[in-house]
């Protein structure tokens, strides 16, 4: 596991708030403490995608955060990304650890336990696993699974969770307090008056309700 | 320059034809002796696509064919194919071989001299150039070159030329006398009554127009 995994996790979109590009949202999250960066934009051109990822690659290089690459897995190659994160149709986790190697973190999203155990077994480094509250960010994305689910979750999973969809600034705490090893945002901070704030906020709202986790003996 | 980079070469597009899958397509050029394969599939997850390409690297390594990804890189590298076929707005062609390496053929689509030229500068082994011929197959196919724009990359460029747009068993000894290295087909194969057939009687006319060409001197 790597230890730096845990915490906030902001993804960057670019296209929730006009004016704001992936380099304006990642340089706010790390500004703001965020140490865990994911590059998501599902329309942008390879070529495209593969020059905003050298830039983030190198921003969050200069501070030691991770970065991580949604979906394409040549990119994350090819700029020395620390992981990805592949959904139910992409790559399977053993193709994709032959291109990155042992290192890599590899995240596979999951919406239920079936999936999450599964995820597990076929050898993720987490679990991404949600809708946990209703989102508008993510069209495609299923069910709401609730706080409860993604708590069985992170007690039947022996590798993080990474809590995603819905979360905010009221609720990351009860997320953190499931057991989740990190939350993942994005209109938290990307549609966020001040996204530098509302990343600190996010982060040390994040780290009370694990406090309670831990006070908890989990 | 990959000295089997040469003659017919064949796109698998599942969709010409209902019924007659990448592998059928594959096995039908392979057993007319067409010795390039490339696998073309604009809408299949990445994860089947990855198994389809895993069959093709094992029928096409079986008879020494020549196995081409088109557009997915990542896909390419875990398979071990043999090289890509990128688009102008896929990743850059030194990103390309960074990931698969130097002896992988990267094969880059231009429309224009000026793309060719410029896919020869990247850096390419080959250009597929075209639509030469009116073609129905792929629909952001831009205008139509010609013979004649053919002729002049031919001679424009070092590396070699993959024709390619309506390549029927009618033209396709012109595209060779033209001066391309290989002509690229799809439909020419997938929709004929016997693709074996017509991949015997492709590859014998594009070596027809070829000797006319080698007769003139080039």
Known sequence: MN????GLYVITDQELYPGRSHIDIAAAAIAGGCRIIQLRDKKASDRQFYFTACELRDMTRRVGALFLVNDRV????????DGVNIGQTDLPVDAVRKLLGDDAIIGVSADCLEQALEAQKAGADYVGFGPVFPTTTKLDAGEVTGLDELALVCQAVDIPVVAIGGISIENIALVAAAGATCAAVVSAVVCAEDMVRATEELQRKFDEGAIGTIAKGR
Chains 1, 2 share one sequence.
């Open 3 to 6: 230890a730096q995994l845990k």
């Open 74 to 81: 040549d990119v994350a190659a090819v700029v020395g990304a």
